[in-house]
């Protein structure tokens, strides 16, 4: 793997790149901001960095991000893992034949859709995106891929709220995250 053209940033280092909003999106939430990371380069080159070194020994066939955030780390890290990347969309987004999911939320219900030729049987596919909260997204993420004959051989995040213990929903699979958060 090519070195990275700057020099790496601590845990720490990374954190104090994270805008802390309060009351956002409603009052008693802390929202954590990571496009005030993503901005600085030696952040954005760290994150990319640690996930593609956690991961270059997991032989990554996809690397699969989910809209929208997980468009921003998926592709880059298939670059540095000489993977391809798969997008996991919102219902209605993509324009082939797809294969749908649909998970329940706190609040209702959601849904996912991939291209239904987008995964060969056995593939190696990694799922990657910015925040592990509930879990909801990624387990759901997870069985759209199995549903496709994947091998899912990690999920990746940036930042873990680990107080929603979303984790626990994960458990069959390799989590890592590079940052988290306990409260």
């Known amino acids: 793997m090519p070195s990275s053209p700057v020099t790496a940033l601590n845990a720490d280092q990374l954190k104090r790149l994270i805008r802390e909003v309060p009351d956002f999106p409603k009052p008693g939430i802390l929202f954590y901001d990571i496009t005030t990371l993503l901005k600085n380069k030696t952040g954005l080159a760290t994150l990319i960095d640690r996930l593609a070194e956690h991961y270059i020994s997991h032989n990554v066939d996809l690397v699969l991000g989910m809209e929208a955030r997980g468009f921003i780390f998926a592709p880059a890290l298939a670059y540095r893992l000489n993977a391809g990347f798969v997008p996991v969309r919102k219902p209605g987004k993509l324009p082939a034949e797809t294969v749908k999911f649909d998970y329940a939320l706190e609040y209702g219900t959601n849904s996912l859709e991939i291209h239904r030729d987008a995964i060969q049987k056995g593939q190696r596919v990694l799922i990657v995106d910015d925040l592990l909260a509930t879990g909801g997204t990624a387990e759901a993420t997870a069985k759209l891929a199995a549903s496709l004959g994947a091998n899912i051989v990690g999920l990746g ?27």
């Open 157 to 183: 995040f940036v930042v873990e709220l680990e107080f929603l213990k979303g984790r626990e929903k994960l458990k069959n699979y390799d989590v890592m995250s590079l940052l988290s958060y306990d409260k």
